[in-house]
């Protein structure tokens, strides 16, 4: 017998020895080859004169950790393994002011009960309408009276000592609108600022019509922060549906992902709770939606069901359609045994495809006193911010004033400097010693 595989034994002076196994309730005669085990034939291509045998390919030459360019970071150790959120459905009315004071109750009441991460509806302090929109926008980065409803977010949150995943508000910059979710720490400090990236502009007949991008501008960066209730991934509404996004976030170690978000009477009891349950399944993780209450007869109809899906996909809290709050307990240790059960990172096919989870994504993500730390790519250190996990990533020698490619060489920038090892890969993984990025 001179098939392919035999012929690879001989050259390889493997022992040949012919005998039955049986595979898929069919017998057939496989070459057993020393080292090789004959149960690692599988159905496939046209080996060994078996046209519906080929040789299992070994785990290890999958390369699941090239399915994400550059690699997954590992999960890192959450600052907390159990907490409390709140998910606080609430009515939205044409008042600002109201919308405002209503949702700091809802904030405090929240917290009164334990809550540690509170997470507000899309579109909360505004009527969610084209027309509404640049009415009711707030110059998030100016702050104070221009921009009321974060002034409310920032003093809470400072005040109950709680994290809050701010909704979202319609924000002015320049001459563009955005709508923004803001994330404030238990310092009352923004921490994030995550512009809804995917518009939401859909047509179906005879139901549902809305063109977000009459007025508002997209996003360009996915947002992923560290707090301290954990790494937090940020979308908002129509984002849910681009599980690529989801994606990244996982590859860059979010314990859970946050979307507040209004769907409609259409697509709500539809692909509303399928969507948390897939970007929830597919990476592991905790996900965590708000939605507002629904309004009979506003212009905009909101589905509600504001919802809690841990990482098997199972639905852990939910409202109905009413104004609620409703308060649930999330547990980090869980993503571990969850991802023990089903090792998917490490049975990705890298060697099939792969992921870019680098490109334009804001960390905001906190580095800690050690020695040394690897940096990420050259737009965090404009942003100056560093991941605390390792990521391997190239750094141009233009990226930082003085620094060439050389290992050792020092860089300057703005008043810190730094010193960079270089390693030898298809990436450089280069270290920060003696400072950090603030």
Same mark, same amino acid.
């Given at each position: 017998? +001179?098939?392919?595989?035999?012929?690879?034994?001989?050259?390889?002076?493997?022992?040949?020895?012919?005998?039955?196994?049986?595979?898929?309730?069919?017998?057939?005669?496989?070459?057993?080859?020393?080292?090789?085990?004959?149960?690692?034939?599988?159905?496939?291509?046209?080996?060994?004169? /078996?046209?519906?045998?080929?040789?299992?390919?070994?785990?290890?030459?999958? +390369?699941?950790?090239?399915?994400?360019?550059?690699?997954?970071?590992?999960?890192?150790?959450?600052?907390?393994?159990?907490?409390?959120?709140?998910?606080?459905?609430?009515?939205?009315?044409?008042? +600002?002011?109201?919308?405002?004071?209503?949702?700091?109750?809802?904030?405090?009441?929240?917290?009164? +009960?334990?809550?540690?991460?509170?997470?507000?509806?899309?579109?909360?302090?505004?009527?969610?309408?084209?027309?509404?929109?640049?009415?009711?926008?707030?110059?998030?980065?100016?702050?104070?009276?221009?921009?009321?409803?974060?002034?409310?977010?920032?003093?809470?949150?400072?005040?109950?000592?709680?994290?809050?995943?701010?909704?979202?508000?319609?924000?002015?910059?320049?001459?563009?609108?955005?709508?923004?979710?803001?994330?404030?720490? %238990?310092?009352?400090?923004?921490?994030?600022?995550?512009?809804?990236?995917?518009?939401?502009?859909?047509?179906?007949?005879?139901?549902?019509?809305?063109?977000?991008?009459?007025?508002?501008?997209?996003?360009?960066?996915?947002?992923?922060?560290?707090?301290?209730?954990?790494?937090?991934?940020?979308?908002?509404?129509?984002?849910?549906?681009?599980? @690529?996004?989801?994606?990244?976030?996982?590859?860059?170690?979010? /314990?859970?992902?946050?979307?507040?978000?209004?769907?409609?009477?259409?697509?709500?009891?539809? /692909?509303?709770?399928?969507?948390?349950?897939?970007?929830?399944?597919?990476?592991?993780?905790?996900?965590?939606?708000?939605?507002?209450?629904?309004?009979?007869?506003?212009?905009?109809?909101?589905?509600?069901?504001? !919802?809690?899906?841990?990482?098997?996909?199972?639905?852990?809290?939910? &409202?109905?359609?009413?104004?609620?709050?409703?308060?649930?307990?999330?547990?980090?240790?869980?993503?571990?045994?969850?991802?023990?059960?089903?090792?998917? !990172?490490?049975?990705?096919?890298?060697?099939?495809?792969?992921?870019?989870?680098?490109?334009?994504?804001?960390?905001?993500?906190?580095?800690?006193?050690?020695? %040394?730390?690897?940096?990420?790519?050259?737009?965090?250190?404009?942003?100056?911010?560093?991941?605390?996990?390792?990521?391997?990533? %190239?750094?141009?020698?233009? &990226?930082?004033?003085?620094?060439?490619?050389?290992?050792?060489?020092?860089?300057?920038?703005?008043?810190?400097?730094?010193?960079?090892?270089?390693? @030898?890969?298809?990436?450089?993984?280069?270290?920060?010693?003696?400072?950090?990025?603030?």
């Amino acid at each position: 017998m +001179k098939s392919a595989a035999l012929s690879l034994a001989s050259s390889k002076n493997l022992n040949r020895i012919l005998r039955p196994t049986f595979i898929s309730h069919r017998t057939h005669f496989v070459p057993a080859i020393r080292g090789i085990d004959p149960t690692s034939w599988v159905f496939g291509s046209n080996i060994a004169g /078996h046209p519906n045998l080929r040789l299992r390919v070994m785990a290890s030459s999958f +390369k699941p950790e090239e399915a994400r360019a550059p690699p997954a970071v590992p999960l890192p150790t959450p600052p907390v393994t159990k907490f409390k959120i709140a998910l606080c459905q609430l009515s939205v009315t044409p008042d +600002k002011e109201k919308n405002i004071a209503h949702a700091r109750k809802a904030i405090e009441e929240a917290a009164e +009960k334990g809550a540690q991460l509170v997470l507000l509806p899309e579109i909360w302090n505004s009527p969610y309408s084209n027309d509404s929109f640049p009415v009711y926008a707030e110059e998030i980065d100016a702050g104070g009276d221009a921009s009321p409803s974060t002034a409310m977010l920032s003093e809470v949150s400072d005040r109950l000592k709680i994290t809050i995943v701010g909704g979202s508000i319609p924000e002015r910059s320049g001459d563009k609108l955005y709508n923004t979710c803001c994330v404030f720490g %238990s310092d009352g400090k923004l921490k994030a600022k995550h512009r809804k990236i995917h518009l939401f502009d859909i047509d179906i007949p005879g139901k549902i019509t809305f063109m977000e991008s009459k007025t508002l501008t997209a996003g360009e960066s996915p947002t992923v922060v560290d707090t301290d209730v954990g790494r937090i991934g940020i979308g908002i509404c129509y984002d849910i549906r681009f599980q @690529e996004l989801a994606m990244i976030y996982a590859a860059r170690g979010a /314990h859970l992902l946050c979307y507040p978000g209004a769907f409609n009477m259409t697509t709500g009891p539809l /692909h509303w709770e399928l969507l948390q349950r897939a970007r929830a399944t597919d990476n592991q993780l905790y996900v965590a939606t708000c939605s507002p209450a629904r309004t009979a007869g506003a212009s905009y109809v909101a589905w509600g069901h504001s !919802t809690l899906v841990g990482p098997f996909g199972e639905v852990l809290a939910t &409202t109905e359609h009413n104004e609620d709050t409703i308060i649930a307990e999330v547990d980090y240790s869980v993503l571990e045994q969850r991802r023990a059960s089903l090792p998917l !990172t490490k049975q990705r096919r890298g060697d099939l495809y792969q992921l870019n989870v680098d490109a334009g994504i804001e960390n905001y993500v906190t580095v800690m006193a050690l020695d %040394s730390w690897k940096i990420v790519s050259p737009y965090l250190l404009q942003n100056k911010r560093v991941v605390e996990d390792y990521i391997n990533h %190239s750094l141009p020698a233009t &990226t930082i004033t003085g620094l060439g490619s050389c290992p050792g060489q020092r860089g300057v920038l703005g008043k810190e400097k730094y010193s960079f090892l270089h390693q @030898e890969r298809h990436s450089c993984g280069q270290r920060i010693k003696d400072h950090h990025l603030p």
